[in-house]
């Protein structure tokens, strides 16, 4: 495996270096800096920036609007979006559906959503979950039933956890159309226009005071059965494919790059007592183990790269990536947190709604205890790291 970078990748990664500098929108920086919370308008500033530039899809192939990169690029071009704090691109168009629908769709399929997808007109969400299925998605009971003249499926159900729907044009559902079926193989993958009357959108606060998942409830809601792709009850298919792309990018390795080296600076310069917090024995020796762990996780995730561009499967390093890298955002929170002490209390989000005062203690305080519960969830979603163990025991070890 070698890791220097060639002459090319130095200069493709100064190529993005300028790019960001002279395009992040100055307006979304702002927010970002002051802590405020992002709207859909600032989510979809930076997309439509990349968009114009042919950038927006690092993994889609050239023919349907991919930018041709190597993975070698991709893993640049992800080092320097987090170094230069930019926020992340919603996956559920770009990392998630568009992948299938050009994988699996027909091509009036493509020629329809690829496009909207890359220029960010629809927004999508991911109804997979349900109450009562979620390590176990293939128990799920949303069901959809064609009409006589089977022009459409009229679909009734429930999803949770589905992030982000409150903004959502569109949504990538898995619904049972074979109830008799064995449990895989009685699944459709339909995609629904979320403005279908039948469709209830309602907000799930999370710990961390924000609107970031919702319960979407189906009532007879009429989907032509041109909106579903791949075979009828083949849509497991799909559903898997789709879940191999979501784990991959989620082990944030250069996020957390960045995140470590915004404690390195917390710390070095908030006092403990009369030292600096960095140099408390106890709060330093975390922040190595930290850096350890990450650098340890970069190789994996640096060698899954050299066995994608030599053509070996990934095998079970994307479940192995997904554990630790969500262990380690969750270890930078629980630091950042520690670091603020009683200054993290005060500022759970919501409480200082419509308040004109500026909060006590630094500014960097007011965001550590929403974020540290916020992160909570990325144990969980992707599939539980308790389900990726049980991968990782029966493809690696066998068991
Ligand atoms: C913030 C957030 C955003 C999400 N966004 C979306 C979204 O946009 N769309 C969507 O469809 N879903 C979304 N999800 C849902 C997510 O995929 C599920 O929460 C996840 O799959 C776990 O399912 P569950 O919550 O039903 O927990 P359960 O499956 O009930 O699991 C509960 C606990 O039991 C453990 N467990 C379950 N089965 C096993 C087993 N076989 N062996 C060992 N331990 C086991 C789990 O690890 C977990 O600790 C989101 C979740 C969160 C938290």
């Known amino acids: 495996m070698n890791l220097e970078f060639s002459p090319e990748e130095i200069a493709f990664r100064d190529e993005v270096r300028a790019f960001i500098a002279e395009s992040y929108p100055a307006q979304l920086r702002g927010k970002q800096d002051e802590g405020d919370d992002l709207t859909k308008e600032d989510f979809l500033s930076w997309h439509r920036v990349l968009a114009a530039k042919g950038w927006i899809a690092p993994a889609w192939p050239v023919e349907y609007g991919g930018p041709g990169w190597t993975a070698t690029q991709r893993y640049i071009w992800s080092e ?10 919603m996956p559920f168009g770009i990392t998630m559906v568009g992948p299938v629908i050009y994988t699996f769709g027909t091509a009036e399929q493509k020629a329809r959503f690829l496009p909207r997808i890359l220029s960010g007109e629809d927004w999508w969400c991911q109804g997979y979950s349900e109450p009562g299925a979620g390590s176990d998605l293939a128990s799920l009971r949303t069901r959809a039933v064609l009409t006589d003249d089977g022009q459409h499926y009229i679909v009734n159900g429930q999803k949770t956890w589905t992030t982000m729907a409150q903004h959502a044009d569109w949504g990538f559902f898995l619904v049972r159309t074979n109830p008799d079926a064995k449990q895989q193989e009685g699944i459709s993958f339909l995609l629904i226009d979320m403005k279908t009357p039948g469709i209830t959108v309602r907000p799930i606060i999370t710990l961390g005071g924000e609107h970031e998942v919702n319960e979407v409830f189906l009532e007879d809601v009429k989907v032509p059965v041109e ?44 006092m403990d007592g009369d030292r600096p917090l960095l140099a408390n024995p106890f709060y330093r020796r975390k ?8 650098t340890a996780l970069e190789f994996t995730e640096l060698r899954t790269l050299a066995n994608e561009a030599s053509g070996k499967g990934s095998g079970a390093e994307a479940n192995v990536l997904k554990i630790k890298g969500s262990e380690i955002q969750q270890r930078i929170t629980e630091l950042a947190l ?5 200054y993290g209390a005060p500022y759970f989000r919501g409480f200082g709604e ?17 974020s540290y519960f916020n ?20 493809m690696v070890l066998g068991l």
Request: aromatic content about 4%; some cysteine; hydrophobic content about 35%.
């Open 80 to 89: 320097e979006t987090a170094r230069a704090d930019c926020i992340r691109i």
């Open 227 to 270: 909106n579903r792709i791949y075979e009828e009850n083949k849509g497991w298919t799909c559903a898997k494919f789709l879940l191999a792309h979501e784990r991959a990018g989620i082990a944030g390795v250069a996020a957390s790059k960045r995140g470590i080296e915004r404690i390195r600076d917390i710390a070095g310069t908030e």
């Open 287 to 294: 922040v190595a183990e930290l850096e350890m762990d990450l």
């Open 338 to 342: 520690e670091a603020a002490g009683h």
């Open 354 to 370: 419509g308040d004109n005062e500026h909060p006590i203690g630094p500014d960097w305080a007011t965001r550590t205890a929403p």
């Open 375 to 394: 992160m909570r969830k990325t144990t969980i979603y992707g599939g539980s790291n308790e389900v990726q163990r049980n991968i990782i025991a029966k």
